[in-house]
């Protein structure tokens, strides 16, 4: 069975840094490309970032390029997402996903919850 | 960048009745890249659809996508209660590479 669980949330004051970790199982994760999802209160869904599955190539969207970095280490089954200069706009859940080959995303953790507020 | 409209934003309906959900993209692209996602309040999305009409595991056949293009459509054939929801149609492609429409919400 796929499991995504997601921790590293929390209150952050605008400015600050974060990093959020992503731990998988369930499925052979050095296989496959990993995304980041967020979710702000009451919003939509909107793409953050994807990983290759050696983690040689990294997208990002335009609202957080330059200030967000993901990464993964396939020896720990493990997805990063380092946060930075974080703005009140990046509040947000923050879902780990799995792709699927269809470039659907397969496969969702629980979330983890961003808080940018002074 | 293709932009992704879904409609109604509000659909209301009783059980046992039929669902029509849009997704209408801005631009063309393959149908292969479209996929659909349920959405319950405090609950992460669960993929529904992939390539625009294939089913994910374990969905039940009540769901049925179809569509190319521009237009690409969510049914589902009898309302279940536990089928209230918010629904999400997203695209792969580029700048930015994943897109999702604004959601349409299905309300009893």
Redesign the interface.
């Known amino acids: 069975e796929v499991q995504l669980l997601e921790s590293g949330g929390n209150l952050i004051q605008p400015g600050g840094s974060l990093r959020l970790s992503c731990a998988a199982s369930g499925f052979t994760f050095s296989s496959d490309v990993m995304?980041w999802?967020r979710q702000a209160p009451g919003k939509?869904?909107?793409?953050v970032s994807?990983i290759t599955e050696g983690g040689d190539r990294t997208?990002y969207?335009?609202s957080v390029k330059g200030r967000f970095t993901i990464a993964r280490d396939n020896s720990k089954n493990t997805l990063y997402l380092q946060m930075s200069s974080l703005r009140a706009e990046d509040t947000a859940v923050y879902?780990c996903a799995l792709r699927?080959t269809?470039?659907?995303?397969?496969?969702?953790?629980?979330?983890t919850l961003v808080t940018v507020s002074s | 960048e293709i932009v992704l409209t879904q409609s109604p934003g509000t659909l209301s309906l009783s059980p046992g009745e039929r669902a029509t959900l849009s997704c209408r993209a801005s631009q063309s692209f393959g149908s292969s890249y479209l996929a659909w996602y349920q959405q319950k309040p405090g609950q992460a999305p669960r993929l529904l659809i992939y390539g625009a009409s294939s089913r994910a595991t374990g969905i039940p056949d009540r769901f049925s996508g179809s569509g190319s293009g521009t237009d690409f459509t969510l049914t589902i054939s009898r309302l279940e209660p536990e089928d209230f929801a918010v629904y999400y149609c997203q695209h792969y492609g580029s700048s930015p590479l994943y897109s999702f429409g604004q959601g349409t919400r299905l309300e009893i």
């Open positions: 995304s999802v939509g869904l909107e793409w994807s997208s969207a335009d879902y699927g269809s470039k659907s995303f397969d496969y969702w953790g629980q979330g």
